[in-house]
């Protein structure tokens, strides 16, 4: 069976939500993806002589946030359901006060639920949008959220997933 594997491209693209659909059947993290995430994310950083990023947890509570949102609402997109920007969306978690220097990325992908992390990088390996935002020199924090989802609702088909937010920083004084 072929797998089939839906990316978005990593800048604010406005989709339509279905609108409130139900709950999904249940969701789960899936802490392992995320960590072999980092450490590939930071190999293929090293190998074209980037800094590696670090876990903020910052960023982890906002993709996380907007992984469930998207996962509740049934709609896989950067932009919030109330309009705003995903940079206005992560900036609620990983704050600009004080800082003279601020910037995020994201990147976003749903599989089937036995996506590895290898797969997965691939995927956005592949995606010359995607790639540009792993390789972005200036980044410094990084948080990623993998969760699977049973029967997810709206523009998941009712499948079985794995949903993957990783969001990307840097913030300097």
Known sequence: MKRRVVILLAVAMAISATGAAAAPERSEHHAGIALHLVEGIN?????HGLAPVRP???LRLAALAHTRLQVKRGAFTHDSPDGSSFSDRIA???????FSRWGVGENLLYGPVAMSP???????????AHKKILLEPSWRDIG?????????????????????TSDFGIRSR
């Open 118 to 128: 290898d797969e997965a990088l691939r995927v956005w390996l592949e995606s010359p």
């Open 43 to 47: 190999a293929i950083r090293a190998q």
């Open 144 to 164: 990623i959220v993998a969760l699977a989802v049973n029967q997810a609702p709206g523009e998941f088909g009712g499948h079985d997933v794995v949903v993957i």
């Open 56 to 58: 903020a947890p910052s």
């Open 92 to 98: 609620r978690f990983y704050g600009q006060r004080g």
